[in-house]
């Protein structure tokens, strides 16, 4: 009887050892599974968030960046207008002989934008106080907004160039520019200066560049 119910004994163990095994692996098959489901979801959740963080980050303020860059340098809603300390203004033959055209080159001296409005307003003599007139055909389309070292052009009819005209010598003449402040002393280009003629005179708008056609006056 003894050795019978040792028996049982250890068929009984082993039967409950084996159960626990079984429940042990199915467990363990089970939970691998679960752990590999939430980490594809966690690593499927990530990406997207991810990806939207940096375009709403990186992305989305370089752009930003560029769109006040582009508006800070080229619109005149920003730009202030220049003024005679803010650039640097000189004067060249414009063809000739005979010289009847001198070109003004106003350079952005400033280190920052400015608008450069209107026409230059030129005074030749000092028996004529009154400004040269403006050619209304060669005003630019949009406002002339110079970045820091650019240039902007303005040609001025000195005369017809015919030796009757009633012409005076000029070797230095003040500019103005509009809604500026200020006022620029510019040294007349040749030795001997130039010849102006008060009946024929005029005047072209401040340009980035001179134009064939609205720009011949």
């Avoid at 963080?53 to 560029?66: E, I, N, Q």
């Avoid at 000029?170 to 040294?187: D, E, I, K, N, P």
């Amino acid at each position: 009887m003894r050795t019978f119910r040792n028996r049982t004994t250890v068929l009984a163990a082993t039967a409950t050892a084996a159960l626990a095994l079984t429940l042990t692996a199915c467990g363990g098959g089970d939970e691998g599974s679960d752990a590999k489901s939430a980490g594809s979801a966690k690593s499927a959740g990530s990406a997207p968030e991810s990806s939207a963080s940096a375009a709403s980050g990186g992305g989305s303020g370089k752009g930003t960046d560029t769109a006040k860059a582009s508006t800070g340098t080229g619109s005149s809603k920003t730009a202030p207008l220049c003024t005679t300390k803010d650039v640097s203004i000189s004067a060249a033959h414009r063809g000739g002989p005979p010289y009847t055209h001198i070109v003004l080159t106003a350079k952005n001296t400033s280190g920052h934008s400015c608008e450069m409005s209107g026409f230059p307003q030129v005074q030749f003599l000092e028996s004529h106080k009154e400004n040269v007139p403006a050619v209304a055909k060669s005003k630019p389309a949009a406002p002339v907004v110079l970045s820091a070292g650019a240039p902007a052009y303005a040609l001025v009819k000195l005369s017809d160039g015919g030796k009757d005209e009633q012409t005076e010598p000029v070797t230095a003449f003040s500019v103005m520019l509009q809604g500026g402040t200020g006022q620029a002393a510019v040294r007349a280009p040749g030795a001997s200066g130039i010849a102006v003629d008060p009946a024929k005179w005029a005047t072209g708008y401040w340009t980035p560049e001179l134009r064939n056609g609205a720009d011949d006056f």
